[in-house]
């Protein structure tokens, strides 16, 4: 097993005064296209209790849809929980850093065969509490899943 750190296309960081996490998907679908890769699974740091039968199942699903993304019910996605075409996704995404859109719901192109999968409906199956998408981006998120082990 290679393990591989990839550090942000520098091209791209003057770009925008903002830091983007298109930027970091940009720099991964670049490696891995160069790799010849043809999927990635994309997993956000801030996850800290992602259910490995959600992934099982994603992996399973990824096998009829180049795009795998899930959706709640008031059509918010979850793009840092997905699986991509990494060829076509490095693509997209080059252009929308080009373009100065930095919206990852952008990244999604409308000529892929995309599979939302719904995440109260479906997901709730393998992860009844939903934990996989409880996110940490304060020091009380953090506090809160302390109390929890």
């Known amino acids: 097993m290679e393990i591989h750190f990839i550090k942000d296309d520098s091209k791209y960081l003057h770009k925008s005064k903002e830091r983007t996490p298109l930027l970091g998907l940009y720099s991964g679908f ?18 800290p209790k992602i259910n490995i039968d959600v992934v099982k199942n994603f992996i399973d699903i990824s096998k009829k849809h180049e795009c ?36 990852l719901a952008k990244l999604i192109d409308k000529s892929w065969d995309v599979c939302f999968i719904s995440i109260e409906n479906y997901i709730k199956r ?19 899943l302390g109390k929890e082990f």
Request: proline content about 5%; overall charge positive; hydrophobic content about 40%.
């Open 68 to 103: 795998i993304i899930p959706k709640w019910k008031n059509n918010y996605i979850e793009p840092l929980f997905a699986i991509y075409p990494v060829k076509k996704a490095y693509h997209k995404a080059k252009e929308n850093l080009n373009n100065g859109i930095f919206k």
């Open 126 to 144: 393998w992860d009844p509490f939903l934990e996989t998408f409880i996110n940490i981006n304060k020091i009380s998120d953090l506090e809160l």
């Open 30 to 47: 670049k490696f891995l296209s160069r790799l010849k890769y043809n999927k990635v699974f994309v997993l956000s740091c801030d996850l």
